[in-house]
Every structure is written in structure tokens, then in C-alpha cells.
């Protein structure tokens, strides 16, 4: 009998923490004024900081209704409370899990092909869908705040190269997620690859029966991303979904600086927004992005202990108020799974 191989993924996780950790509480340490933070912190307004976890609720509310209105256009039925719970479920492996961007569509896709008995290649066309949109917005959002800011401040040639290298980055991924998207060739050719790099690790498997199985879900999903594109004004309704989403999640900063009595301009919170929501989406949610932003903001000509507040109020919405909120979501839908598949015996 072979030894259990225990699972690597945790010790990743942990190490990962304590790396993000270490570094946010060695910033925090040399070039952040413990004191002026702590005094910003207690000017807080409360209720218009109350605000923002309802604001963020109802960024969580567009997202679902986003995605069933793509599942709509393919034909696909699903209740808002149904979608709105699985995109909750979303949220939280987006957070809790190091992955490169994938995990809340992979856990959407997984809740509802069980859930409805859809074909997981349709479903995957849907939050295939919601993904480019969400990235089209984002780089519209980047490109039209590093324009502003490069028309109003002399910024510093360091500071425009990051921000338009990521911007950059963000692109090139839209970019090959619609190619391959829209190319079945290309689809079949990464499955092959996978398959070779697969045979390299494990000499005995067989893969004739995964092959066959992939390919048919890449072809469901092809002709469901056929389907969405041949019909542009039936995306009208998800994209202004999108749209109001969008504005909803990232008022949620806007809303933070409001509740510390400091203003902050359009161009500065679009920067700071979709950066930080482009480390999020390599998986870096938990420590990385308050520090990130907080860098960012104060190469942005905003005051470091202000910067810092902002950082830590901001992600109270945006991470562990989703964390709390999410995990309850993944306990009742689990709860569902459960109950629905006893009495499918």
C-alpha cells in the first residue's frame, strides 16, 4: 500500500501569510507613524463608514445578477438568491485561496453543475463571460485613471512604468482569455499539453477517457461563448450589471477616505482600485494588497498615515467582511448540496 502523500496546499497557504505579514508589519514599523495612524483611525466617522459594507453588499448583488443574466442568454434558469449565494461562494475561495484568478468561477461553475445538472462546459461559458467583462471594465478603468493622472501631476517616470506595465499585463491576459476563448484550436492545444505534462509525472495513466470527457465540455463551452457573442444586445443588460457593480465596489474606497475626512480624487482611486484588484486576482488577497495600496496612494501624493488608515478600513469591507459573509454562504450551500443530493438516492 502506498503512504498517504499529505496535502502541500496549507503549509503554502501559512507560509504565504506570514511572508504578506511580515513584510505589512516591517512597513508599518519603519515608515509608517504608528501614532498619526492611530489618531487618523479615531476620527472615523462611523456611520458614513457604515456605508461601505452596504455598498460592497450590493456589489455582490450586481455580480449575480450579472452572471444569471449571462445564464439567461443561454438559456440557462437560476433564482437571484440562488445566484447571488454561489457568488458569495465565490468571493470567499477568491479570498482564501493563492490560485491565479480562477477559483471563484471554478467554484461557481462546480456549485451549479451540481446543483442544476447543466452541462459544466455551458456554465463555464457564462463566468467565462463575466470574467472578460469584469477585465474589460478594469482595463478601461486603469487606462482612463493613468490618463488623468498623467494630465494633472508630473508624475515620476518609476511610478507611470509600473502602473503601465500592469496595465500592460492586464491586457495581454484579456487578451489571451478571448483568444482561447474564441478558438477551439487553441483550447485542444493547451488540453494536449496538459495531458503530455500529466504522462511526464504518471507513466501509467490513462488518459482516453479524460480526453474524451474534456473535449466534449470544450465544445459545449465553445458554442455557448458562440452564442453570447453572436447576440451583442442581449450583453447590454449584463453590462450595465457590470457597470453599476463596478461603481458599487470601488465607492467602497471612495466611501473609506469620506468617513476620515479626506478627499481623494477620481483619477487616484481608479489606479489604486484596479491594482489592487489585479493582485487579488493572482490570489494575493489576504495581506500583499494593503500594502500595495498603501505604497501606491503615497506615490499618489497622499499622506502615508492616511494612506495606511485607508488601506486597513478599506479592506475591512473588502476582505474580512467578506470573509465572514462568504463562509457563512459556503456553509449553507454546502448544507443545500447535501440535502439535494439525499434525496436524489
Known sequence: ?????????????????????SVFIIYFTFFIDPQQVIKTLTQTNPLIYATAFITYTLYTLC???????????????????????????GLFFEAAVPQLGWSAEVSKTYLLTKD?????????????????????????????GLG??????????????????????????????????????????????????????????????FQTKAEKLLDSFHINIAHLRANPKALITPVIYGVTGFICEIS??????????QPISIDVVLIVFTLTGALQSVGT??????????????????DPAVAFSAALLSRGVNLWFRLVVSCGALQLAGIKLIHQTNQNK
Open 116 to 144: 442544476s445538472k447543466t452541462e459544466a462546459g455551458k456554465i463555464g461559458a457564462s463566468v467565462v463571460g463575466q470574467k472578460i467583462l469584469n477585465m474589460t471594465i478594469t482595463v478601461t478603468a486603469l487606462s482612463t
Open 1 to 21: 500500500m502506498e503512504a498517504t502523500k499529505k496535502p502541500l496546499q496549507p503549509k503554502v497557504i501559512i507560509a504565504i501569510l506570514i511572508a504578506g505579514l
Open 148 to 209: 488623468l493622472l498623467l494630465f494633472r501631476y508630473a508624475l515620476k517616470f518609476e511610478t507611470a512604468l509600473l502602473i503601465g506595465a500592469i496595465l500592460g499585463l492586464i491586457i495581454l491576459a484579456l487578451t489571451t482569455i478571448y483568444y482561447i476563448s474564441l478558438k477551439p484550436s487553441a483550447t485542444k492545444t493547451l488540453l494536449s499539453w496538459a495531458i503530455k505534462v500529466t504522462l511526464f509525472f504518471r507513466k501509467n495513466w490513462e488518459p482516453k477517457n
Open 252 to 261: 467602497v474606497l471612495f466611501i473609506t477616505f469620506a468617513a476620515l475626512g
Open 285 to 302: 488577497a489576504f495581506i500583499i494588497p494593503e500594502l500595495i495600496m498603501t505604497v501606491t496612494l503615497s506615490a499618489l501624493f497622499i
Open 63 to 89: 455580480s449575480a445578477l450579472t452572471w444569471r443574466s449571462l445564464l439567461g442568454n443561454i438559456a440557462v434558469k437560476i433564482t437571484p438568491n440562488k445566484a447571488l449565494l454561489y457568488t458569495w461562494v
